[in-house]
C-alpha cells in the first residue's frame, strides 16, 4: 500500500491513530499531508486487507472521526444508527469503483436499510487535480441532496477511463439529475467545497490512511475493497458491542423518515 511522502511536518496524533495507522498499511506511524502526491506514489491504491484473518481491532477514538450529522448530503442512513462505516475514497481508485458497485449496494440492502448502518463519505482525493475537481464536484452534487447519484454515475463501470475534466463532471451532474446546473458550476469551483474537500483530507492523513479505499467501522479499520463478508463481520461486530452500551442509541423516527426518503431517490 503507497505512502504518500512530504517534507511538511507530521500530524500529531493518539496511540489508537497510529496502531490503526499500522493496520492501515501506512509505511509510517505518522500521517504526513503531501504538497502532490506524485503518480509513484499512488500508481496501486488500497488493494490489500489489514490483517487478512484477523479480527480488526476496535479504538475508542476513532469512532469519534463520525459526524453523525443529519444534515450532511454525503452520508446515507440514519444519523443515530448503532454502527457508522466512514469510507475515505478517490473518484480515480479502481478499488473505490469495485467496492462502489459490488460490495456497498449489498451493505445498503443488509444494514442501511435496515437501521443498523450508516455510511458517511470521505473525500480523499490522491491522484492530482482530476481527482480533487471530482471530490468537489462530487460535495456540490451533495449540496442539492444527488451525492449518492453522482456516486453511482462516477464510479459506473468505465466512467474514471474518461476523466474528470470540468466537461465531464458537469455531464456526470447532469447523468446525477443535479436541478440547477448554474449553482453546481458555481459551487464546485467555490471556496466552501475546495475547504470541505481539505477538511475529509485531513482528517484521512490524521488517521494515517495513505491510500484508498480505507474504512472505520465504529472504530475498526479496514483497509482496501476486501469481500462483503470482512465488512459484514465488523458491523456485526460493532452492532453487537453498541447493544451492551448503556448510551446505545434508539433510533427516532424523524432519523427514520430521512433515511427512507434518501434511499427512496437512490
Known amino acids: 500500500m503507497p505512502f504518500l511522502s512530504s517534507a511538511r511536518k507530521p500530524y500529531v496524533i ?15 506511524y505518522t500521517a504526513t499531508k503531501p504538497d502532490a502526491p506524485t503518480a509513484s506514489a499512488a500508481r496501486t491504491p488500497g488493494g ?17 472521526y463520525a459526524r453523525r450529522d443529519a444534515e450532511d448530503g454525503l452520508a446515507l442512513g440514519r444519523a443515530d444508527a448503532p ?25 445498503i440492502r443488509r444494514y442501511v436499510d ?6 458517511e463519505w470521505r473525500n480523499f482525493p490522491i491522484f492530482g487535480a482530476d481527482s480533487e475537481r471530482a471530490a468537489r464536484a462530487a460535495w456540490a452534487a451533495g449540496q442539492q441532496g444527488r451525492f449518492w447519484q453522482f456516486h453511482r454515475a462516477a464510479y ?19 447523468e446525477a439529475g443535479v436541478p440547477d446546473l448554474g449553482r453546481f458550476t458555481r459551487e464546485l469551483d467555490g471556496e466552501a467545497a475546495r ?13 494515517g490512511a495513505t491510500s484508498t479505499p480505507s ?11 476486501q469481500p462483503t463478508e470482512a465488512f459484514a463481520k465488523a458491523i456485526e461486530a460493532s452492532a453487537a458491542a453498541a447493544k451492551q452500551r448503556p448510551e446505545s442509541v434508539t433510533p427516532s423516527e424523524t432519523a427514520g423518515a430521512g433515511a427512507r426518503d434518501e434511499r427512496a431517490d437512490r
Open 14 to 28: 493518539g496511540a489508537g491513530v497510529v496502531a490503526a495507522a499500522a493496520l492501515l498499511g501506512a509505511v509510517s
Open 48 to 64: 490489500g486487507e489489514s490483517a487478512p484473518g484477523a479480527e480488526p481491532r476496535v479504538y475508542p477514538e476513532l469512532e469519534r
Open 83 to 107: 454502527v457508522v462505516l466512514i469510507e475515505y475514497a478517490d473518484f480515480k481508485c479502481g478499488y473505490c469503483g469495485k467496492f462502489a458497485r459490488d460490495t456497498e449496494p449489498e451493505l
Open 114 to 119: 435496515r437501521g443498523v448502518l450508516r455510511i
Open 156 to 174: 459506473a463501470e468505465g466512467a474514471k477511463e474518461k476523466g474528470f475534466s470540468a466537461e465531464r463532471v458537469a455531464a456526470l451532474a447532469r
Open 195 to 207: 475547504k470541505a474537500v481539505a477538511k475529509d483530507q485531513d482528517q484521512g492523513y490524521s488517521l
Open 215 to 225: 474504512f472505520l467501522v465504529n472504530g475498526r479499520p479496514l483497509a482496501g475493497a
